[in-house]
């Protein structure tokens, strides 16, 4: 294991903890040493349980093969194997999910989170860290508020929002202020998890409906570009967002149609274009080892950005965006696309543990 950071994984054996298996294999500062998911799959070696439904090329990794998986439901067994964990559980209640989380935390363990029970915690942070690895902080006031030493709850957002959110951020930064927002998302069966949606639901066929979906889109980006005040997040005003989320026949990329209207002062197409290609956030600042680097890639082709052309750009952490042109509607209109498994999920909490490390709360 040599000095690297040993690490596990709740709900190990679905589509998202699968992912950060196959993510972490050669990780330079972390190691999966702990593997835990359903009472169903407990006491069982990890390649017996997901060899059959393995969603990530032949094998499964060498060094995870031979784990024993652990009942989740029971953080006491993860105490003395591991530093932190990634929770990718799928519970029957947020309520559950959130308890389960906060159990972890109390024991000391501190949970790196892609469920969305915790979204709503005011003093937990919900990381995109090119946008606001600033929130980090919050999980002081956390750990004071409750008690804890060394645990703690951070979170990622909806995977859809992966898609926008960081180009939107870079032109509020460069100082045009969003008013509103119209997004129209395709998003792949891999979001669903494993099994996911039935294939006679999916194949031929586009199902304008994903149960929570519209309403994630429409509240998360304002606690993301909200601001720390007394030991909590507060959300931002705006933008005001409008969304229409579809689950489309594609396995791996979600991809979103957006228009913006921009405050008094408006960018023209060129400056947008020059924004996105030179933005850099503090990952990228950092090098830390996930992030892409070049956050935001400008496709020029008229039918780019295109899931199975793009999405693996940069690990599958960049964000990529195309069509960019004036909306007769708003003020500009443009296409992004992201890899929903990875930035969306996996890889955007390995991005978020490497910030916890880097600003020493993982230590
Ligand atoms: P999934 O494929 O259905 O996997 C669910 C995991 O939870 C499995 O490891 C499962 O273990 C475990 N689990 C189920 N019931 C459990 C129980 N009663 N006790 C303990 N563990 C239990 O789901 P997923 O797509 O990976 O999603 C995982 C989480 O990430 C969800 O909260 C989801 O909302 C979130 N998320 C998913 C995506 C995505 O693109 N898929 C993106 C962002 C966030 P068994 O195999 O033993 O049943």
Request: proline share 7%; net charge neutral.
């Amino acid at each position: 294991m040599g000095d690297k950071i040993p690490v596990g994984i709740l709900g190990a054996t679905g589509a998202v903890g699968q992912n950060y298996i196959f993510l972490l294999q050669d990780h330079p500062w972390f190691e999966v040493t702990y593997v835990a998911a359903s009472p169903r799959s407990a006491g069982k070696p990890y390649r017996e349980v997901v060899e059959s439904r393995w969603l990530l090329g032949a094998n499964v990794p060498e060094g995870v093969r031979d784990l024993v998986i652990e009942d989740a439901n029971d953080p006491s067994k993860a105490v003395g194997k591991c530093r932190f964990v990634f929770s990718a559980l799928e519970l029957d209640s947020k309520d559950e999910i959130k308890a389960l989380e906060n159990s972890y935390a109390a024991l000391g363990i501190p949970v790196v989170s892609n469920a969305s029970a915790h979204r709503w915690t005011d003093d937990v942070p919900m990381l995109i860290p090119e946008i606001n690895a600033d929130h980090v902080a919050v999980i002081d006031a956390q750990k004071k508020a409750h008690g804890w030493d060394k645990g703690f709850v951070a979170v990622k957002p909806n995977c859809s929002l992966q898609s926008y959110m960081t180009p939107i951020w870079a032109l509020m930064k460069a100082g045009y202020e969003v008013k509103r927002m119209f997004v129209t998302t395709l998003q792949a069966v891999s979001g669903a998890g494993y099994p996911g949606v039935p294939s006679l639901d999916m194949i031929d066929n586009v199902v304008p409906y994903i149960g929570g979906e519209e309403e994630k889109s429409e509240k998360e980006p304002l606690k993301i570009f909200g601001s720390l005040a007394d030991g909590k997040i507060v959300n931002a005003a705006g933008p005001l967002v409008a969304a229409h989320c579809n689950r489309v026949p594609v396995i791996n990329g979600h991809t979103a149609c957006v228009s913006l209207e921009f405050g008094e002062k408006k960018p023209s197409l060129a400056e947008v274009e020059k924004i996105w290609t030179e933005f850099r956030g503090l990952p990228q600042e950092l090098g830390l080892p996930f992030a892409p680097k070049q956050p935001i890639i400008v496709r020029h082709e008229p039918n780019r950005p295109q899931p199975r052309r793009d999405r693996d750009e940069d690990k599958g952490m960049a964000v990529s965006v195309g069509r960019l042109r004036d909306c007769p509607l708003f003020d500009i209109r443009f296409v992004g696309l992201s890899h929903n498994t990875v930035r969306g999920a996996a890889g955007g909490g390995i991005l978020n543990a490497e910030l916890l490390k880097a600003k020493g709360y993982l230590a």
